[in-house]
């Protein structure tokens, strides 16, 4: 069951595992927060400093980096195995509000087309829901129909593109079909 879960030092191998995979398939991680890394380790030595850089990110009591928003980062999980990225920015800068919006993800090749991107963003809508962002924006590369079907789907209204990037406005409220993080997060029907 496609679950959201802070990263944590349980999935180290099997994120180890994906980040190899999109490395082999020269796939960009979206919503992964590495890119502060020159050199990304995912070993038993190097994982422990990535999981910490990634998780005081959100903390509001740490200031952003210059030009940088508090961003909460998820690690998209099935029965207890990393299967993607999901980044929940808490505000927008002006080219997150051109391009990146609010939240971000990817999913391992390997476990596309099973539903996860889809459970995990709805997932996703009910965190920005409950940080207060009553309209969550999420964008996709104009060519990408696979992530256009996945926002439409979550309730995403079509604004327009800009630089190549489709902007969708999600509502996080309840008639959004927008559950509590505090049941929601742990997993997501199918």
Known sequence: MTSLDRPDLRFRASWEEAVAEFAAAEDFMHGSGVWDFEVLDTSEDGAPAVVAHL?????????????RVHCTYFWITDDGEFV???ALRHSLTAWLLEEGGHIGYAVRPSRRREGHASRALRLAVAEAA???IDRALVTCDDDNDGSRAVIERAGGVYEDTRN??????????????????????RAAPA
């Open 55 to 67: 998780l005081a990110q959100a903390d509001p009591a740490v200031a952003p980096p210059e030009g």
């Open 84 to 86: 993607g990225y999901l």
């Open 130 to 132: 409950e940080l207060g």
């Open 164 to 185: 190549g990037k489709r902007r969708y406005w999600i509502d996080t409220g309840p008639s959004a079909g927008g559950t509590s993080p505090r049941t929601a997060r």
